[in-house]
């Protein structure tokens, strides 16, 4: 008896999203189902190509197939992915971009922008479409740490309207304050300046289509964070700390920000940043510096996911200064941790897109 196109889906259908708690089947994930003979091929469409789970699922979909349709079949799955999103047809700043992901830090010097950095070029190098702002106006690192601080903006023009051209590196496209200015003149701009200088990199800019667009925050809680959250819905926040006690009470605040009722942006997660130290001669060796597992000792408590560990070694600050992010490096320990936190990252915008209502933008006048 030949296989069926019926019993290949039903077979499927026992395939469950670790995830979103659904089958495959039920999700819409199975397409282009072939059958000749006993060869049986199909795409799973995941909800982002970064999915940590990829192989499980494509494990389990053969599986299927073999224990209730045809022992002796021949299996060919395609994996593919097509990013989900929340937004509407009523966001029409940036409407090309997908999901748009705030990288937050309570405190200064806990290393967010080089998450930020190695996070997009992560995401960027599973395929993804990735944007990157350097929301940190009066620090902007992004520059330096793609090597591109001598790069010059160019503009096109469309509908009568000019719009810079974000500059590409590494897959990731990126505008930063840092390429409008001298980079040896201080910035000195009271709180209005900043926020209109945010609003033009979104506005004023030729994003085009983006799965993910990440917006490195400066630290703290002020006047950038809500010009972001008012000036477009922001799919959700991920908060950067150490485990050191200091770091973490920071943190703690800029969790709460987020979870203001007039806000209400989801916190997708936390990351810690030099949870231990390895030196270079000892890759085995693991010193807590700064205290041990706080990040995810208070993901635990306040209820938030925790993303993963980046340890603190020479090569992440070597390779910020070279302008090549060390997740490019895929011999490092810490390439693989920012690739595991990234996927993690991945995972939880598809979670809060399958669960949660669309961000509204905030009406910030009563801050």
């Known amino acids: 008896m030949s296989i069926t196109?019926?019993?290949?889906?039903?077979?499927?259908?026992?395939?469950?999203?670790?995830?979103?708690?659904?089958?495959?089947v039920t999700l819409n994930m199975i397409r282009d189902v072939a059958i000749d003979g006993k060869k049986v091929s199909f795409t799973v469409v995941l909800t982002t190509p970064a999915c940590p789970l990829k192989a499980l699922i494509e494990r389990a979909c053969i599986n299927a197939i073999v224990h209730f349709v045809e022992p002796e079949a021949q299996v060919s799955v395609h994996m593919t992915a097509d990013v989900t999103s929340k937004r509407t047809a009523e966001n029409t700043l940036l409407p090309g971009v997908k999901n748009i992901i705030a990288v937050a830090s309570g405190k200064g010097g806990v290393g967010k922008s080089t998450v930020a950095v190695n996070l997009a070029v992560a995401l960027a190098q599973t395929g993804a479409k990735v944007g990157l702002i350097d929301a940190d106006i009066y620090g902007p690192s992004l520059p330096i740490m793609f090597g591109v601080e001598n790069e010059q903006l160019f503009v096109n023009e469309r509908d009568g309207r000019q719009f810079m051209v974000p500059v590409e590196k590494f897959g990731v496209k990126m505008l930063s304050i840092g390429f409008m200015v001298d980079p040896d003149?201080?910035?000195?701009?009271?709180?209005?300046?900043?926020?209109?200088?945010?609003?033009?990199?979104?506005?004023?800019?030729?994003?085009?289509?983006?799965?993910?667009?990440?917006?490195?925050?400066?630290?703290?809680?002020?006047?950038?964070?809500?010009t972001l959250v008012s000036a477009v819905p922001v799919t959700g926040a991920v908060v950067v700390s150490t485990p050191q006690k200091v770091a973490l009470a920071d943190a703690r605040k800029g969790i709460g920000m987020f979870r203001l009722d007039n806000i209400k942006v989801p916190v997708l997660g936390l990351v810690e940043n030099m949870a231990w130290f390895t030196p270079a001669e000892l890759p085995e060796s693991k010193y807590f510096i700064f205290g041990k597992e706080g990040c995810k000792n208070l993901a635990s408590e306040?209820?938030?996911?925790?993303?993963?560990?980046?340890?603190?070694?020479?090569?992440?600050?070597?390779?910020?200064?070279?302008?090549?992010?060390?997740?490019?490096?895929?011999?490092?320990?810490?390439?693989l941790a920012f690739m595991t936190v990234a996927g993690n990252l991945a995972q939880q915008v598809a979670i809060r897109n399958a669960t949660m209502q669309p961000t509204l933008p905030v009406q910030a006048a009563g801050y």
């Open 185 to 226: 003149q201080a910035i000195v701009w009271r709180g209005p300046m900043a926020s209109k200088a945010l609003r033009q990199l979104f506005s004023d800019a030729d994003w085009g289509d983006l799965d993910y667009m990440l917006i490195d925050l400066p630290p703290g809680t002020g006047d950038i964070h809500l």
């Open 302 to 335: 306040l209820n938030v996911p925790f993303l993963g560990q980046i340890p603190l070694v020479q090569s992440i600050c070597d390779s910020g200064d070279s302008g090549s992010p060390v997740v490019l490096d895929e011999n490092s320990p810490a390439s």
């Open 5 to 24: 196109k019926e019993q290949v889906l039903e077979a499927l259908s026992h395939v469950e999203e670790p995830d979103l708690k659904k089958d495959l």
